[in-house]
Antibody, heavy 121, light 112 residues
Framework: QITLKESGPTLLKPTQTLTLTCTFS??????????VGWFRQPPGKALEWLAL???????RYSPSLKNRLTITKDTSKNQVVLTVTNLDPVDTATYYC?????????????WGQGARVTVSS | DIVMTQSPLSLPVTHGEPASISCRSS???????????LDWYLQKPGQSPQLLIY???NRASGVPDRFSGSGSGTDFTLKISRVEAEDVGVYYC?????????FGGGTRVEIK
């Protein structure tokens, strides 16, 4: 059974750095084709894709936040970490990590429960 | 970036009646392998998104067969043959042809 869970701070100030950890089970990020993505959803708004990391260390980022995002993996801990630098109140959102379905494009078949992050001075 | 446009914004439906949601992309999502790289997700109130349809028309594991996806190129449709109370929420289409992965703005389905 695949599960994912996001963890990290809930309240940060502008200009600070957000570090979110996605801890997963039921799959391995060393298996060919496997990937984990990060998404976010500001309150009352649509979903937004942020970043994606694959089993082979290939990673992709949203161009709109590319300079502020870093995604890494720790296969020994079954974790994927997303950092977002230079936070702004517009980064207030629920952040989700999700497992990439190993068929076709990057569809995501298992999602974490989400981590609420508020950026406020 | 590929822009995804959904309609309608809101869809009140009668229990047991069919429902249809449209999604259009700013460029073709048809890959040279013959697959359309278009997914549908449902986000129920207070929950995380769940995958309904991938590659345009393939139901994800455990998804009831009242959900179906169709379309090709730039025009796609999600159909619910008979809406149940548990189907309320916001439906999103997402293109996975290229990064950045992009979502439509969402369609809120509610029971009349």
């Amino acid at each position: 059974q695949i599960t994912l869970k996001e963890s990290g701070p809930t309240l940060l100030k502008p200009t600070q750095t957000l570090t979110l950890t996605c801890t997963f089970s039921g799959f391995s990020l060393t298996t060919s084709g496997v990937g984990v993505g990060w998404f976010r959803q500001p309150p009352g708004k649509a979903l937004e894709w942020l970043a994606l990391i694959f089993w082979d260390d290939d990673s992709r980022y949203s161009p709109s936040l590319k300079n502020r995002l870093t995604i890494t993996k720790d296969t020994s801990k079954n974790q994927v970490v997303l950092t977002v630098t230079n936070l702004d109140p517009v980064d207030t959102a629920t952040y989700y990590c999700a497992h990439r379905l190993q068929i076709g494009g990057s569809s995501f078949d298992y999602w974490g429960q989400g981590a609420r992050v508020t950026v406020s001075s | 970036d590929i822009v995804m446009t959904q309609s309608p914004l809101s869809l009140p439906v009668t229990h047991g009646e069919p429902a249809s949601i449209s999604c259009r992309s700013s460029q073709s999502l048809l890959n040279t392998n013959g697959h359309n790289y278009l997914d549908w997700y449902l986000q129920k109130p207070g929950q995380s998104p769940q995958l309904l349809i991938y590659l345009g028309s393939n139901r994800a594991s455990g998804v009831p067969d009242r959900f179906s996806g169709s379309g090709s190129g730039t025009d796609f449709t999600l159909k619910i043959s008979r809406v149940e109370a548990e189907d309320v929420g916001v439906y999103y289409c997402m293109q996975t042809l290229q990064t950045p992965l992009t979502f439509g703005g969402g369609t809120r389905v509610e029971i009349k």
